[in-house]
């Protein structure tokens, strides 16, 4: 297999847009073209995420609408949907394309836009992401998910809502810093604390919000990747699925699927979790941050409410996570997600983060997480 | 061999009538709900159906205040992961119970919640 590198990345303002998600990835893939310096006629395939499209933009068949909007309308292209973690999916496969010498060049990411329908919509898409015989009946919401998760993690640890608040205040603080980030605004953790339950324990300021928004990433070979001193490598790419049905996890105070996504990937990378400098993890709620970082190998398995409460995970930290802000303060633009923390680790490995630089990072990881738990992807990346 | 011991529709079925059904392994005894073709256990594919009593203990809930579109008018509702006497688990909505005294532990029993064509598993007071 052939070594496998980032060589430009894009992605736009997330937030609230009136432009269509093929639209939104379009002007983030342009955008990653230009950075990679190639030409537009370079890129040989492109692999495109969204997740809620056909629901509230009535439209399928959108991996030749974005390249014909990109216009590139020659390239072969497939779409997917893993839920949240559908252009991290995408990004495995675009890689192994790459690496397995199909193509030298190769297009990924993905875009949603949700916020032009009403919020109770969306929250019904969302929740097709879990199982529609036996958790939509019962009126299973991806806020309830995470709830009973909170749950079981804070009668087994003794986790509190104040650590997971300190989850939405750091992430909050890092997306002052990210001029791309839906909420650019500091909270305390009185804001998040004194907030409505959405789905007891988790309240209104424990949960990301929903967000329209783009991203892409353009990916190459070794042989084009070596001309550019700003390539990242892709280290390893690994994914792992678990039961779909909530009542089936074997733990609920677990993500069984980050723990052997993240074996598999620290194995692929021949790293350990000691090696990482930076990390975009999928903080849909902050209660997921803190059960990453542990099955992540960050943290022992129960102490990641303490690493939150002690600012371990803030930028300047034992190990920054989410310095973009992560899904709580950049947004969660589902389809576009596992691609826009990819960009993050490429722009923080090249060192052209600005003010939310984690100094000297070589070895970034992200993790992505789709639905109920039942989808992980996870990368390693580095510099040479 | 067997196959189709229990399809969902079945389980719904027999589910609205007030009896819950999961189904067994005929090699290592794993008991699972719903249906599935090889036992995730073993990987045997042999199941028998086998009718469950449908009383349980909360192994985690939440009350959810933000609904889908269309249970608007339901919210705030309590959801609950329930452990059954047999040893598997099942989610299902809370009924009948008040929220301030829903607890991991709290004895709770199988009813079938009908709204028109929809059948939903439910838990009431043990």
């Given at each position: 297999m052939r070594r496998v590198a980032i060589i430009g990345v894009g992605v736009t303002k997330f937030g609230k847009h009136d432009r269509t998600s093929a639209e939104l990835f379009a002007e983030a893939a342009a955008d990653a073209i230009h950075d990679a310096?190639?030409?537009?006629?370079?890129i040989q395939a492109l692999y495109y995420g969204n997740v809620t499209g056909g629901e509230g933009e009535r439209q399928l068949h959108m991996g030749p609408l974005a390249a014909t909007l990109l216009g590139l309308p020659m390239i072969p292209t497939t779409r997917f949907e893993n839920a949240c973690a559908t252009s991290h999916a995408a990004f495995r496969h675009a890689m192994m394309e790459v690496a397995s010498g199909v193509s030298d060049v190769v297009l990924v990411g993905g875009a949603e836009r949700v916020l032009n329908i009403p919020t109770d919509a969306a929250t019904e898409y969302f929740a097709y992401c879990s199982d529609a015989?036996?958790?939509?009946?019962?009126?299973?919401?991806?806020?309830?998910?995470?709830a009973l998760i909170a749950r079981a993690h804070m009668e087994k640890y003794g986790t509190t809502e104040e650590q997971m608040?300190?989850?939405?205040?750091?992430?909050?603080?890092?997306?002052?810093?990210?001029?791309?980030?839906?909420?650019?605004?500091e909270i305390t953790l009185e804001t998040v604390l004194k907030s409505a339950y959405v789905a007891d324990p988790l309240k209104l300021f424990d949960c990301c919000p929903f967000t329209d928004g783009g991203a892409a990433l353009v990916l190459a070979a070794e042989e084009v990747a070596r001309k550019r001193p700003r390539a990242v490598w892709a280290l390893a790419s690994q994914a792992a699925t678990d039961t779909m049905f909530m009542h089936e996890k074997r733990d609920l105070s677990r993500v069984m699927a980050t723990e052997r996504a993240a074996a598999a990937a620290y194995r692929q990378a021949g790293k350990t979790p000691a090696d990482v400098d930076v990390v975009e993890l999928h903080d849909c709620f902050t209660i997921a941050e803190i059960v990453a970082t542990e099955g992540l190998g960050f943290f022992e398995p129960g102490a990641g409410g303490v690493a939150a409460e002690k600012g371990w995970t803030s930028l300047g930290g034992k190990i920054p996570v989410n310095p973009s802000g992560g899904l709580k303060a950049k947004?969660?633009?589902?389809?576009?997600?596992?691609?826009?923390q990819i960009a993050e680790i490429v722009t923080q490995l090249r060192g052209e983060a600005g003010p939310r630089q984690v100094e000297g990072a070589r070895t970034g990881l992200t993790h992505t997480l789709g639905g109920n738990t039942a989808t992980v992807l996870v990368s390693l990346f580095g510099r040479d | 061999m067997t196959e189709n011991v229990l399809t969902l529709k079945q389980f719904f079925d027999e589910a609205r009538a007030g009896r819950l059904t999961g189904i067994r392994c005929g090699k290592c005894g794993e008991l699972s709900i719903p249906p599935k073709e090889f036992c995730p256990g073993c990987q045997e594919r042999n199941w028998t159906a086998v009718p469950l009593v449908g009383k349980g203990a909360i192994t985690s809930f939440t009350v959810i205040r933000v609904a889908p579109r269309g249970r608007g008018e339901e919210a705030p509702y309590a959801v609950a992961v329930v452990r059954l006497d047999e040893g598997v688990?099942?989610?299902?909505?809370?009924v009948d119970i008040p929220f301030d005294t829903l607890r991991s532990g709290l004895p709770v029993r199988f009813r079938p919640l009908v709204k028109g064509e929809e059948t939903a598993v439910g838990f009431g007071p043990a």
């Open positions: 310096d190639v030409s537009p006629a370079a015989s036996m958790e939509q009946t019962v009126g299973l919401t991806f806020p309830g998910v995470f608040a300190h989850v939405a205040v750091k992430n909050h603080r890092h997306g002052v810093l990210n001029p791309k980030a839906q909420f650019r605004k947004g969660h633009p589902i389809g576009a997600t596992g691609a826009a | 688990s099942l989610l299902g909505r809370i």
